[in-house]
């Protein structure tokens, strides 16, 4: 008598116990299958939006410092160090364009202790003192800046830090703003506590480390024109002084 053929045993999976690994085939038997690929849950994605994750992005492609440009309206700001990162000397240069006048900044050589072909034709430079600061928006999340100030704004500030009640400069947070138009500019800055941010500008106060996930600039941000490029400049200046 012939002996009966085994088949091999099948393991029947029902379908509320399948895995992300295996499937069922015809028969019923368990298979290798591609893991099934689940769409993230709300929240779980790194990917942020807002104006100020936006400006964030933006600001990121450049490889220049990102200055804090004031406006009337008063911006929220901390400082990152309690003195100011880079302090160097800049010349405003106008010319004009096929698209109208421009004015362009140049640091000057004489920051490093070498010679300016702009200072020499009698273009005066002006003292600039860098902070990093962190620009904190509505939502609570916060931007990195380079606030570039002159001498009027140096001594308001240098007169915070020694201030017992206010210094030094990263205990606390200041609004700041700009009024005025042309020849009439005036930057203001004063400190501003952390109720009135709650309470009167209805800002979130954000964690320690936001501020400390943000990457300080440094000295070696601060960019030199090459001499030849500064020569040039000089020598069109002296045109129209003539």
Same mark, same amino acid.
């Given at each position: 008598?012939?002996?009966?053929?085994?088949?091999?045993?099948?393991?029947?999976?029902?379908?509320?116990?399948?895995?992300?690994?295996?499937?069922?085939?015809?028969?019923?038997?368990?298979?290798?299958?591609?893991?099934?690929?689940?769409?993230?849950?709300?929240?779980?994605?790194?990917?942020?939006?807002?104006?100020?994750?936006?400006?964030?992005?933006?600001? &990121?492609? &450049?490889?220049? *410092?990102?200055?804090?440009?004031?406006?009337?309206?008063?911006? /929220? /700001?901390?400082?990152?160090?309690?003195?100011?990162?880079?302090?160097?000397?800049?010349?405003?240069?106008?010319?004009?364009?096929?698209?109208?006048? &421009?004015?362009? @900044?140049?640091?000057?050589?004489?920051? /490093?202790?070498?010679?300016?072909?702009?200072?020499?034709?009698?273009?005066?430079?002006?003292?600039? @003192?860098?902070?990093?600061? @962190?620009?904190?928006?509505?939502?609570?999340?916060?931007?990195?800046? &380079?606030?570039?100030?002159?001498?009027?704004?140096?001594?308001?500030?240098?007169?915070?830090?020694?201030?017992?009640?206010?210094?030094?400069?990263?205990?606390?947070?200041?609004?700041?703003?700009?009024?005025?138009?042309?020849?009439?500019?005036?930057?203001?800055?004063?400190?501003?506590?952390?109720? *009135?941010?709650?309470?009167?500008?209805? /800002?979130?106060?954000?964690?320690?480390?936001?501020?400390?996930?943000?990457?300080?600039?440094?000295?070696?941000?601060?960019?030199?024109?090459?001499?030849?490029?500064?020569?040039?400049?000089?020598?069109?200046? *002296?045109?129209?002084?003539?």
């Amino acid at each position: 008598m012939a002996t009966p053929t085994k088949r091999p045993v099948r393991r029947i999976v029902p379908k509320d116990r399948l895995t992300d690994a295996v499937e069922p085939d015809e028969d019923g038997d368990e298979v290798p299958r591609k893991p099934i690929k689940k769409a993230a849950a709300a929240g779980e994605s790194k990917v942020r939006g807002g104006w100020t994750e936006g400006q964030r992005t933006m600001d &990121s492609t &450049s490889s220049f *410092a990102q200055t804090l440009k004031l406006e009337e309206k008063s911006v /929220i /700001i901390k400082f990152l160090d309690d003195t100011p990162y880079a302090n160097f000397k800049r010349h405003w240069i106008e010319r004009s364009t096929k698209e109208g006048k &421009s004015v362009r @900044a140049y640091t000057c050589p004489t920051t /490093i202790q070498e010679d300016c072909p702009l200072c020499e034709v009698g273009d005066r430079a002006q003292a600039v @003192a860098a902070f990093n600061v @962190a620009l904190v928006g509505d939502d609570g999340q916060v931007l990195i800046k &380079s606030w570039d100030v002159g001498p009027r704004l140096f001594n308001v500030l240098k007169a915070y830090a020694n201030d017992p009640k206010v210094g030094p400069l990263t205990k606390g947070y200041f609004i700041a703003s700009k009024t005025g138009k042309r020849g009439t500019v005036q930057h203001n800055v004063s400190p501003v506590s952390r109720t *009135a941010l709650r309470e009167d500008y209805d /800002i979130e106060i954000p964690a320690q480390e936001d501020f400390d996930r943000l990457v300080k600039y440094t000295p070696e941000i601060v960019d030199f024109t090459p001499k030849k490029t500064l020569r040039e400049l000089a020598e069109e200046l *002296a045109d129209e002084y003539e």
